[in-house]
């Protein structure tokens, strides 16, 4: 039971993800459904968040200047900068050779691209409501079902 | 002297990364061009360099075999590389081709179907589309993916939207379409996600390394490949997963319809195969459960069923849209059946669907920019009205069917040959139900344009009234190129068995 | 005493503009703090580009749309939305040009290190340009939609 206590983190996203899909799922409203769609998007962030967290693990910032990456006392926490060929260039990043704990920040770039899509699908979810509430002047899908079952029957003149 | 020494080298070092950054680009520019025939010069433009650039990655693939590009100068495993293999580069030619062919069509149909003021916009969003599918084949990083799919899927509803100009319905298949394939993205990412827990990386050639050295990954590598699945099952149109792609192909505008049913979706099946054979495994025992069991088994249940439902369609459009279902079932019984031979087979039937499929929808678009129909009993007598037209619908509407010397007799006898080969008589059974299925639904549209005659308005019969030119010749050349590949099939059956001997290895 | 135009003056909203008029310019300076101080830590184009959007739209939602849109014309933003794009996808090409692969900052300058600084300075700036404006032309587009039921329709 104490391993479910120490991974709520997961507990939390799997709730979320379940909300949204269940709202998702079970509205038939077009803004609720978007609104469930968020909240399941939500949950994938967090889920990844998760992943880059390291226990102890500091931010994950370049130890080139004096002010970062020391402990309480002063003592720099670096203890030989390793060199990483990035490109051409090579960089002073701190790696193995440090005693310092990083968090994982790749996890932390990745989800940013995703709320980035996050965002523009749910803008053009948004517009397409929009769209359909001019046009059929509801966002109930059954009513927008009705609507186009009569719109069926009437052939497709318009 | 081949076509190899006119292209310039660096075309060749750098095209993987010129097939994604140009559409990109040029899609952006494209968006604030004049309406009017600049707009559709520069996207005709694109393209054609994007076909050019495709098939010398293809033929160079073929001589050199795998080439890696690092996007940035980043070394892979940390930054993102971009890959041709022989899996993708036929995908990518494909993608490529009718991206092309769909711009040369789309000349006059977007004069119909596009509102003046939308057209700079249309092109723009129809780049951008090219640019995710082309994006999410090329590149070797598995978020990188997940990005290009969005790409290119945002860009489709917009796309399918556009299609309300016509018919109203088109903003609620864009809706639905919108939410099922952002669920379904969503579920790739979650896998993608697990996927990086367990191995520690997103290049998806380190994936296949770690998960091999842990021998299939612990119970994390499995719900990865559970979420994997489920998610490309929604983007590929898995049988139940599929209730997006009727209404998203009867509603857009036509050349939409065309380039998502020959393009969209093989997409996404390629990224099922790069998953299951190359980052996974069959070898591990959960995938091969699930090849087994669920894509076998929802590739015939949907064969049958939604060749079934393509039958009772009166809607000419939702017709093909259902069958397209049914053939991705073929595919995935191709996949599914996991040998070397059958694996080829579902990747021919993935290009030759993707050609007939096109040269389909082109023709029904051709028929409703001349008479505005799409339904069933509204195609009487179009063998005398639209003799060119209607040829290239039968043409491709016989290859669908699988009548010899088209290419999908060779996909349907390739398939057929290895599951029989396999042991999997009783699919031998599905793929022949599955075929006279599509008789009945295509023979129907057929018997209604050749044998009743043209309808009578106002008393005088429908006179002929052909298709223009820029839609005859795209849409004879997938049907000539249906024939081509039927009677001469040595370059499509090579490529595909070279991407499965790629994928499994050769035997 | 009780009349809050004798209080306030004509205008209800003083109190919001005031401060609105103070609060406008330090979110667009501090949108550029976060842009340029992207290269140090956590901060760049796509945070900053939201905050520096998020002053047109605060502007925009004190002001009244039409004094948004004479301050920040829907014109800007389709150029706006292309020239961030080809900023950053132009810097790519001349890095190809210059002989490395597409995105290979380090060709830029003699030194490595600088040319990758001067390629994420231009990038971060193609992001910024392009956030921007497609957050303000989402803000537009749903704010300047006309009421569905026009007075006509009563």
């Known amino acids: ?158 | 002297m081949s076509f190899l020494d006119l292209v310039p080298d660096w075309l060749l070092i750098h095209g993987p990364a010129f097939l994604m950054a140009l559409p990109l680009i040029m899609a952006a520019i494209t968006a604030i061009l004049p309406n009017k025939r600049v707009a559709w010069t520069s996207t005709f433009i694109v393209t054609a360099i994007l076909t050019l650039t495709a098939f010398s990655i293809a033929l160079y693939n073929v001589e050199v075999g795998t080439t890696l590009y690092k996007m940035g100068g980043w070394a892979p495993p940390h930054g993102i590389s971009l890959v041709i293999d022989a899996l993708n580069a036929p995908v990518i030619v494909l993608i490529a081709v009718m991206s092309l062919l769909t711009v040369v069509y789309a000349l006059p149909a977007t004069v119909a179907e596009i509102r003046p003021n939308k057209r700079a916009p249309f092109y723009a969003a129809f780049l951008l589309c090219t640019a995710g599918l082309l994006g999410m084949v090329v590149t070797g990083d598995a978020f990188n993916v997940f990005v290009f799919l969005e790409v290119s899927s945002i860009s489709t509803y917009v796309l399918v939207a556009m299609g309300a100009a016509r018919d109203r319905r088109a903003l609620s298949a864009a809706y639905n379409y919108l939410i099922l394939g952002s669920i379904g993205a969503t579920f790739f990412v979650i896998g993608v996600g697990f996927l990086y827990m367990e191995t520690g990386t997103l290049n998806m050639a380190d994936m296949a390394r770690i998960l091999a050295d842990l021998d299939g990954g612990s119970r994390v590598a499995k719900v990865a490949f559970g979420f994997i699945i489920i998610g490309l099952g929604l983007k590929l149109a898995m049988f139940p997963l599929h209730t997006w792609l009727p209404g998203a192909y009867a509603y857009a505008p036509t050349p939409v319809t065309t380039f998502l049913a020959s393009t969209a979706t093989k997409a996404a099946l390629y990224l099922l195969l790069r998953f299951t054979f190359f980052v996974f495994d069959p070898s591990y025992a959960y995938v091969a459960d699930i090849l087994m069991f669920i894509l076998v088994g929802l590739g015939v249940i949907g064969m049958v069923f939604a060749s079934l439902q393509a039958i009772f369609q009166t809607d000419v459009r939702r017709m093909l849209a259902f069958s397209s279902v049914a053939q991705v079932g073929y595919m995935l019984l191709g996949i599914g059946i996991a040998t070397t031979a059958s694996v080829a087979a579902g990747y021919l039937h993935l290009i030759n669907h993707a050609i007939i499929k096109g040269g389909l929808f082109l023709a029904l678009g051709a028929m409703w920019y001349r008479f505005g129909i799409t339904r069933m009993e509204d195609f009487r007598g179009l063998g005398q009205t639209m003799p060119l037209t209607m040829g290239a619908f039968t043409v491709s509407g016989l290859s669908l069917i699988g009548v010899p010397f088209t290419a999908g007799f060779i996909s349907k006898l390739n398939l057929t040959v290895a599951a029989a080969d396999a042991g999997w008589l009783w699919a031998v059974g599905v793929i022949m139900v599955s075929s006279i299925l599509a008789l009945i639904y295509i023979g129907r549209v057929l018997l209604l344009a050749y044998f009743q005659s043209p309808p009578k308005v106002n008393g005088v019969e429908v006179a002929r009234n052909e298709a223009p030119i820029a839609m005859l010749i795209p849409m004879w050349f997938l049907a000539l190129s249906s024939i081509f590949i039927g009677i001469k099939s040595d370059a499509v059956v090579g490529a595909a068995t070279r991407a499965a001997e790629f994928l499994l290895g050769a035997g | 005493m009780s009349d809050p135009e004798a209080k306030f003056g004509r205008d209800p909203h003083v109190l919001l503009r005031v401060i609105a008029k103070f609060l406008i310019p330090l979110i667009a300076l501090f949108a550029f703090y976060v842009q340029f101080h992207g290269d140090y830590g956590p901060g760049g184009g796509f945070q900053a580009g939201v905050i520096l959007a998020a002053s047109v739209i605060l502007y925009a939602l004190i002001f009244g749309l039409t004094e948004a849109k004479k301050a920040f014309p829907p014109r800007l933003i389709r150029y706006g939305m292309t020239l961030g794009v080809v900023l950053y996808g132009g810097t790519g090409v001349v890095n190809f040009i210059l002989g490395g692969e597409f995105l290979n900052y380090s060709n830029l300058a003699s030194d490595p290190a600088a040319g990758q600084h001067y390629g994420i300075l231009a990038v971060e700036l193609g992001v910024l340009i392009t956030v921007t404006t497609v957050m303000i032309a989402i803000f537009y587009a749903f704010g300047s939609r006309q009421p569905e039921t026009s007075n006509e329709d009563w």
């Open chain 1, 1 to 158: 039971m104490s391993d479910w206590f120490a991974q709520y983190n997961y507990i939390v996203v799997i709730i979320l993800m379940m909300t949204g899909l269940y709202i998702v799922f079970s509205s038939r409203n077009l803004i609720k459904k978007l609104a469930g769609l968020s909240v399941f998007q939500t949950s994938l962030f967090l889920l990844y968040i998760t992943i880059g967290k390291v226990s102890g693990g500091q931010p994950p910032i370049l130890l080139e200047d004096k002010s970062y990456g020391k402990d309480g006392g002063g003592q720099s926490l670096l203890s030989g900068p390793v060199e990483v060929a990035a490109g051409d260039a090579a960089f002073i990043l701190p790696g193995p050779g440090s005693d310092v704990l990083y968090s994982n920040p790749l996890p932390h770039v990745l989800i940013l691209t995703a709320i980035v899509v996050g965002v523009a699908t749910l803008s053009i979810g948004l517009a397409l409501t929009v769209r359909i509430r001019e046009v059929y002047h509801t966002i109930e899908e059954d009513e927008i079902e009705a609507a186009d079952f009569v719109y069926n029957l009437e052939g497709t003149a318009d």
